[in-house]
């Protein structure tokens, strides 16, 4: 199928049918697999035999999803993780060495912000930041011993959108390894790997399941650094669950349909509030009023699913908008069929300083809206009743 389109390449990658000749891949929730003879596990322990052996290595379920991953990305090889932040974690351990250094956007996630702060310098593997509205200062930033340039496009939660092609000949021309997290995106609106990313970073919790039910993680990219993930992974066990990989599996068949129509909506929410009296700002990629509208054009397919707003009163205003929510969930997960709305401040970025917030544009009074797949009339008229309280 070298020449299938996206959605029937989510569909159609499967693994082998077993002699029942199921239509549907089954589950196979096994800890572990049998062996032929002694000959067979001797040859299967060296890898001179491509099989799987034990479910912390690979599984039937986890390595169909893995594939659908690397075809929809266009990646060599990959890994699937129990979450998104164990495949960020894994992939800095595998490919790091203490006395190394990091590059990356100051635009970042909590937990990621977290690893690079407080964790990765016990090892003393230390980070130096760039905003990302500063990409031609990035080369000051980069030391003899830099090892790895790292990226969200968009960003979370704030919606920013980076130059992944000029990132790309940054790395290229440092030999840097190029890191992006693709979570707000999906394969299905962009594919880093084209704009020169060694390593793409999913967080399969969000759209790629898109139905809140399970959590899990991959990164895929070129085979020589996959092989230094997959050795570190299988040795200390951060593996996705055969049950969470099939789920997985089975949400990117309909990724395409649910992320155009998560888009669609999404959209015209970010419309509404632009035009709405209590709302000082509105960032979504697709909006002709963000910073890097062309750019995102450029790059993605389309703008994604989450809307960032400010709202006038701050922090206040902002909780008095949430507390009169009837429809929206309120909950700290993003890429579900149900509309969520977060407060990054209190919430997913609480551990930043303010000093530190502000500097990525989180305000006391930003909110994230993660535009779920309800009718975007009901969608719309939540948010109409809800700022009513500002």
């Given at each position: 199928m070298s020449n299938t389109k996206f959605e029937t390449n989510a569909i159609r990658t499967q693994m082998e049918r077993s002699e029942f000749l199921e239509h549907s891949t089954p589950l196979h929730l096994t800890s572990s697999f049998i062996f032929e003879d002694a000959e067979d596990m001797r040859a299967s322990f060296a890898e001179e035999k491509e099989r799987n052996i034990y479910s912390r290595f690979t599984n039937p379920n986890t390595s169909e999803f893995v594939d659908k991953m690397c075809k929809l990305e266009g990646a060599e090889s990959g890994y699937a993780f129990a979450t998104g932040m164990a495949a960020v974690f894994s992939t800095f351990a595998a490919l790091l060495n203490a006395g190394d250094h990091i590059v990356s956007a100051r635009s970042i996630f909590g937990s990621t912000h977290t690893l690079f702060t407080k964790f990765l310098p016990k090892w003393n593997i230390e980070?130096?930041?760039?905003?990302?509205?500063?990409?031609?200062?990035?080369?000051?930033?980069?030391?003899?011993?830099?090892?790895?340039?790292?990226?969200?496009?968009?960003t979370n939660p704030a919606v920013d959108i980076l130059d992944l092609e000029l990132l790309g000949k940054i790395a290229k021309k440092h030999k840097?390894?190029?890191?992006?997290?693709?979570?707000f995106a999906t394969p299905y609106l962009?594919?880093?790997?084209?704009?020169?990313?060694?390593?793409?970073?999913?967080?399969?919790?969000?759209?790629?399941?898109?139905?809140?039910?399970v959590l899990g993680g991959a990164t895929v990219g070129r085979a020589d650094l996959m092989r230094e993930i997959y050795l570190f992974s299988r040795n200390t066990g951060p593996a996705l669950s055969p049950f969470n990989a099939w789920i997985?599996?089975?949400s990117l068949e309909t990724l395409g349909v649910r992320v155009d129509r998560h888009c669609e909506n999404a959209l015209k929410v970010a419309e509404f509030l632009e035009t709405h009296d209590e709302v000082i700002l509105v960032k979504y990629p697709f909006l002709k009023s963000h910073p890097q509208y062309e750019l995102a054009k450029k790059q993605m397919k389309q703008g994604g699913n989450v809307v960032a707003?400010?709202?006038?009163g701050g922090i206040e205003a902002g909780r008095q908008f949430l507390n009169?929510?009837?429809?929206?969930?309120?909950?700290?997960?993003?890429?579900?069929?149900?509309?969520?709305?977060?407060?990054?401040?209190?919430?997913?970025?609480?551990?930043?300083?303010?000093?530190?917030?502000?500097?990525?544009?989180?305000?006391?009074?930003?909110?994230?809206?993660?535009?779920?797949?309800?009718?975007?009339?009901?969608?719309?008229?939540?948010?109409?009743?809800?700022?009513?309280?500002?």
């Open positions: 980070t130096s930041y760039f905003k990302v509205e500063d990409v031609d200062k990035i080369e000051d930033l980069i030391q003899p011993n830099t090892k790895i340039l790292y990226v969200e496009s968009p840097l390894i190029f890191i992006i997290d693709n979570c962009q594919n880093p790997i084209n704009y020169g990313a060694d390593l793409v970073i999913h967080s399969a919790t969000k759209l790629i399941d898109g139905q809140g039910r997985l599996s089975k707003f400010e709202v006038k009169h929510l009837k429809m929206l969930s309120l909950s700290a997960n993003l890429g579900d069929t149900r509309s969520i709305a977060t407060h990054p401040a209190s919430t997913t970025h609480s551990k930043l300083s303010e000093e530190d917030r502000l500097e990525v544009g989180i305000s006391d009074g930003l909110v994230r809206i993660s535009v779920g797949l309800e009718h975007v009339d009901d969608i719309i008229n939540d948010l109409k009743q809800a700022l009513e309280y500002v």
